[in-house]
């Protein structure tokens, strides 16, 4: 593929919802702004593609199902449909729809983990965690709201896993050296000196 028709090239994706509740207007905005830059992108005739789908693997999934009484896989089925449901309602130009659970995505999954196997590996990982934001925090960010998370209401749990690493923290110079020059452009431009802080700061595996 040529440089040019590369440059033509216009990506745009949403965050891909957590299926453990219905969509909220929180989803709704998001779709529509993403539409709106993939019908913007397209007017001026660029290659656009535009998707969109559903997170359905994790702990409050989980969680979700056995309060539900349903298997997973049921009520990701059931939970999706009412995603793109959404989508439709709201006309939403979207190209493709992925589910994490479809063989498609998970085979391009396994493709890119091949193509990154240099840069991953495992080891172990101890920290503070909400099940409710599938996500680790600090303990100096656990300590501002006495441990217990602000937007769930429930105490972080100390969990210890194996896990799987992406070495980052060896490629800092040339992210730096990208942000400086340009060729990796940060938008708006105000947060360029945020993201260098970041990386000065030391960029974790």
Same mark, same amino acid.
């Given at each position: 593929?040529?440089?040019?028709?590369?440059?033509?090239?216009?990506?745009?994706?949403?965050?891909?919802?957590?299926?453990?509740?219905?969509?909220?207007?929180? $989803?709704?905005?998001?779709?529509?702004?993403?539409?709106?830059?993939?019908?913007?992108?397209?007017? $001026?005739? !660029?290659?656009?593609?535009?998707?969109?789908?559903?997170?359905? $693997?994790?702990?409050?999934?989980? #969680?979700?199902?056995?309060?539900?009484?349903?298997?997973?896989?049921?009520?990701?089925?059931?939970?999706?449909?009412?995603?793109?449901?959404?989508?439709?309602?709201?006309?939403?130009?979207?190209?493709?729809?992925? &589910?994490?659970?479809?063989?498609?995505?998970?085979? &391009?999954?396994?493709?890119?983990?091949?193509?990154?196997?240099?840069?991953?590996?495992?080891?172990?990982?101890?920290?503070?965690?909400?099940?409710?934001?599938?996500?680790?925090?600090?303990?100096?960010?656990?300590?501002? $709201?006495?441990?217990?998370?602000?937007?769930?209401?429930?105490?972080?749990?100390?969990?210890? #896993?194996?896990?799987?690493?992406?070495?980052?923290?060896?490629?800092?110079?040339?992210?730096?050296?990208?942000?400086?020059?340009?060729?990796?452009?940060?938008?708006?431009?105000? !947060?360029?000196?945020?993201?260098?802080?970041?990386?000065? #700061?030391?960029?974790?595996?």
């Amino acid at each position: 593929m040529s440089s040019k028709s590369s440059i033509n090239n216009y990506y745009v994706t949403t965050s891909i919802p957590y299926i453990n509740g219905p969509p909220h207007l929180g $989803h709704a905005m998001e779709f529509i702004y993403a539409d709106v830059l993939a019908r913007y992108a397209r007017a $001026h005739g !660029r290659n656009v593609l535009f998707s969109t789908g559903t997170d359905e $693997h994790g702990g409050k999934i989980a #969680e979700k199902a056995k309060e539900t009484g349903k298997e997973p896989k049921a009520l990701a089925d059931e939970m999706s449909k009412v995603f793109v449901d959404l989508a439709k309602q709201l006309n939403i130009s979207n190209d493709r729809f992925i &589910r994490t659970t479809d063989t498609g995505h998970e085979q &391009r999954a396994q493709l890119i983990w091949k193509a990154l196997k240099n840069d991953i590996y495992k080891g172990s990982y101890i920290g503070l965690y909400c099940t409710g934001c599938e996500e680790y925090i600090s303990e100096k960010a656990a300590a501002v $709201h006495n441990g217990i998370c602000p937007d769930h209401n429930r105490a972080y749990e100390k969990l210890e #896993e194996q896990n799987y690493f992406f070495a980052l923290s060896k490629h800092t110079d040339a992210i730096k050296k990208a942000v400086n020059d340009g060729s990796f452009q940060i938008i708006p431009a105000t !947060r360029k000196k945020e993201i260098l802080s970041v990386i000065n #700061e030391g960029l974790e595996d």
